[in-house]
């Protein structure tokens, strides 16, 4: 038994943010935009929406396209970075929204991962024979997390969510097999540095804007696109 993906939702707000508008507030051009990223816009929420807005409405547009009972949904499973609050979940404000009253919602933080890993464990939720429907959904307002002063990020990151429904199946698709791995000795070079335990927010987090997104892109670049095999290899040993 395998679990498989029955049915999609999305969404992203109305507000586009152009490269010729960031342009004009950041040492930038369109052109090099485009060149070094291939992002023509994002799209921005505004700020009464928050990401469990993002969500749900994702989650909204998946009953509308599908024949979907959401009584049925056993579990939501939210992968954000920018949740609504550190405490209460995300995924409960979301199951509240959507009116999933007979799932339990959980957040996963795992940032340009979280919806792969979110899936991983949806899938092995739905292989284990305990669970027959759930929800998966990918949602983040990263403007809430951006600084529009720093060229580096401001240039990448919009707002929106996707949402997909998993079920069990016996044919020969769905997930078959999934590899994931973790670096975490390179974490500094993209994150939030304040508002969290480490360095609460301050004053002084305020005065130093460390409560908006950093990143050290070539770093990230190069991490990003190169195999992980060898340092993998290294560490059992190998050669």
């Avoid at 004009?24 to 469990?52: L, N, P, Y």
């Amino acid at each position: 038994m395998s679990a498989v993906i029955t049915a999609i939702g999305g969404f992203v707000p109305s507000s586009i943010l152009t490269n010729k508008k960031i342009s004009e507030t950041v040492d930038t051009s369109e052109e090099w935009i485009i060149k070094r990223t291939g992002i023509k816009e994002r799209r921005i929420a505004d700020d009464d929406t928050a990401t469990s807005d993002l969500a749900a409405a994702a989650i909204e547009n998946l009953f509308e396209n599908y024949n979907v009972d959401r009584n049925e949904i056993e579990a939501l499973l939210v992968a954000t970075a920018t949740p609504d609050h550190i405490l209460a979940p995300t995924a409960s404000i979301v199951c509240d929204k959507s009116g999933l009253t007979n799932a339990f919602g959980i957040d996963m933080n795992a940032a340009c991962s979280g919806f792969l890993y979110a899936l991983e464990m949806g899938a092995n939720m739905i292989e284990s024979g305990r669970y027959k429907k759930l929800i998966i959904v990918g949602a983040d307002k990263m403007s809430s997390i951006v600084d529009y002063e720093d060229r580096n990020t401001c240039i990448l990151f919009g707002d929106g969510a996707g949402a997909v429904l998993l079920e069990k199946t016996e044919s020969e698709y769905g997930l078959m097999k999934t590899i994931l791995k973790t670096d975490g000795s390179g974490v500094s070079s993209l994150a939030v540095p304040a508002g969290g335990s480490r360095n609460p927010t301050s004053m002084q987090s305020l005065l130093h804007r460390t409560h908006y997104l950093k990143q050290d892109g070539a770093f990230v670049f190069k991490r990003a696109v190169a195999s992980n095999e060898p340092s993998f290899s290294r560490c059992f040993g190998k050669e």
